[in-house]
Structure formats: C-alpha cells, structure tokens
C-alpha cells in the first residue's frame, strides 16, 4: 500500500511538472510577442514561477495535437518566427494569416517571349571565334548565278579550322571542317564551291567546299592576312598588314600583281566588282583608293588623325570610321570629304550606308548606334539606338530591314514601320523611321565578330568561348 500511494504521487507531480513547465514556457513566449523590450528566452521555463495545475489552454492545445477533426487542430498560440510585416518586427504565427501581405514588386521580363527567341547554339569549336562570314543571297548570284549556298555561315577560330554551317539542317548544322592553317583564322570569303581564308601564319587558303580539301595555298604575304575577297574569274583579292594588296589567280596559283601599297597595316578592305575600284584603310589613318584596271592610285583620303578600322563604299560614296571617334563620308571620284559625324563617345567600329534612304549608319565602342539622314548638303542625325551596352561589330541595312550585333552577345533587328503599313514618310524622315522589331536575350559570352544574312532574317554571332549563337527573329521555336 505504501509503495502504491509512493507511485501515485510520483506521478502526480511528474503531471504537475509538466503542466506547469509548458504553461511557463506559453507564458514566457507571449510576453515575448506583445512586450518585445522584456522577451525572454523561450526554451527554459520561468525560474521564479511555481509548477502551477494544467490550464484549460494547455489541454486544448494537446488535445487539438491529437485531434482527428481538422477544424479543431491549430498551432501553438504563443510559437513565433519572423513575419513578412511592412514594419518588419516579429510577428504570432496566428497573427501572420491575418496580418496584410508585403507588397509584391512586380519585375519586368528582360527581352522578348522565349517563343520568339530562335536563338540556336553552334557548337563545335575549340578557341574563340576570330572571323565569321555570311553567304547571301546576292554574293551568291553574283559571283556564280547559282543560290544554293545562300544562306550559309562560315566560321575561323583560334584553333585554326574553318567550319561550315547550313542553318537549313536543324540539329545538324555542321557541315564540314576545313584544317590546314597553323593560326587564328582572321578573314573569311566564298563563292559557290570554293571558300577562302586568311590567317595569322601569312598564308591564304583556298579550299573545294565538296571535298573539304585544299585546292591552294597562296603564299606571299609578310604579315598575318587581314583581309580576303574572292571576285569573279576565279581571282582573289588579299590584304595583309605588311600593308599590301595582292591580286591572286586561283587556276595557276601565282600572284598577279599587288594592286596597292598603304605605309602601315590594313585593317579594311572594300572592291568594287563593277568598276574595278578598291579602298582600304589601315593603321596609317589614311584612306586609300586604287582603280585596279587602270594600275593607279586615285585618290588619298586624309583626314583621320587615329586607325581607320571600317569603311563602306557604294557608287561614289565611302564611309570611313576612326578610333579618332569620327566617321567621315567621302567622294570616290574628286576624294573630297562631305560630312564629319563626330556625336560618339569611343571609336567608330561600324559603319552602313543605307541606299534606299540615302542615310548613313555608325555604330561606336561606346555601345551607341546613330542614324544620319543626308540633307541639303549636310547630315543630320535622325534617330539613337542605346540598346547595346557594348561596341558594334556589325550593321548590315536592306530595304526595310537593320540587323546590328554587337560584343556583349546583344543582338537586334529593325524593319521601316512606316513603309510595312503603307505610310508614306518625307525624305528627311526615312532614317527615323526604322522601329526596333526584335532583340534576343543576351548570354554571358563576349563576343568577337558578328555577321548577318538580311536577306534570310538571319544573325550569328560568334564569342570567345568558341560557341556560335543563330538567330532567327522571324521564326518562332
């Protein structure tokens, strides 16, 4: 009996020391919630208080544990954590579903709809991307009356290859891979079954696009080979930065003359076909313009006080950009400057002549895009694109299109909104009138070279880890 009456009371105050030890400890977290100045730790009970009798809170808190009723179950009233309040105090886990949301910010969606990126990943090389050429459509008839290979890209690199893209061939878009130079790849030219490259070994290539051979090596340069273009008649034009450009005849692998000498390296090269003119540009700051079939110099463009490193020529007009921060229109025939735009802040690292508008486009280091419409004598600058966060690599304008890419990965394309919707705009308008129609999200990679294919809506970009980005921005993926 008195061992039965020593277990009783045993348990009688192992349930009172229970009872009493949650009730101190609900009390102590409540003090916390509502006086927050004297809040107390909540995992020991209070010192200076009695174990008390179990209160009515306590046991409907544990029967609520225990509960099969949902409606009946709750959570601790007095267990806190930190609440999302504006005034950013803490709050009862009770209080919280009562209590007014935070304030949603709503952040706006960097770039377009993923269904309308039609950016593709080409991957294949092994060093970054140092030269990129698109075959259009025009290239194509021009030099062989034949469009099969429109539309293709041709990639150099670092690790001395030359690839071939067909973008038609989704998934597959690898279709060959030409090896042979011993350095980085700087330029890129074809025709309908041949393509050529330059190189930093002083060598250019000529290779069979069918076999993926070489069909000859043209050797005769004393600097890396800068700039490559192959004409009609099976001849190729060359220049390098030992300052030379070099007439080539494909067929008996000699070659034919060098057509101009610059006293410093050339940096870009423009030939006109039709009238036998050539222009290039260099490290000289001069502009320098040769009438090939005649074998003399025409003119001297001088004007520039840093590099010319872009230039465009179309009929009697050239277009020279500097790291003076100008660019510069030209006549061909008398050599005489027109206009000096000089609204960039960095060197002028893009230009484009727009024939349909008469316009002029320049795109800088410092990210900026200016369109400049030709008016009474005078340019004007029409319109400022600052999308790009980066230098300009390449603008490429057609009738109503405007492809610009650029060395953070940015890509963007323009159409004439006015001319789409049947709207006719004055002549002094026309440049204004190009509307932003698509940009892609932009990736980490930096890129080296850009080139765009208007005529098919195409744009690839090509960064220094090697990877090739296609965009088609009227195609839907």
Known sequence: MIKLRGLLCYLQQVRQGYWGILQGRMQSLSSSVHNLPTQQPHDAADETQQPAEASGLGRSWVQSMFSRDPATRRPPAARVRRGASDSGVLVANEDIQNAVPPRKVEIPPIGPKRGFSGVRIL??????????????????????????????????????????????HRGSELKATLIGHTRAIRAISSDKSRVVSGSDDQCVFVWDKQTSGVLEELKGHEAQVSCVKMLSGERVLTASHDGSVKMWDVRTDTCVATVGRASSAILCMEYDDNTGILAAGGRDAVGNIWDIRAGRQMQKLVGHTKWIRTLRMVGDTIITGSDDWTARVWSVSDGHCDAVLACHAGPITSVEYCASDNGVITGSQDGMVRLWDIGEGSLQC???????SSAILSIKAADQWLAIGAADNSMSLFHRLEQRQGVLVGKGDRMAGWQLYRTPQRSAAVVRCVASDIDRGRICSGGRNGILRLWEPMVQT
């Open 123 to 168: 991957r294949g090389h092994k060093g970054s991307i140092t030269a990129l050429h698109a075959v259009t459509r025009h290239e194509v008839y021009d030099l062989t009356s034949d469009q099969e290979d429109a539309g293709y890209f041709i990639s150099g690199s670092a690790d001395c290859t030359v690839k071939l893209w067909d973008p038609s």
């Open 382 to 388: 029409a319109k400022n694109v600052s999308i790009h």
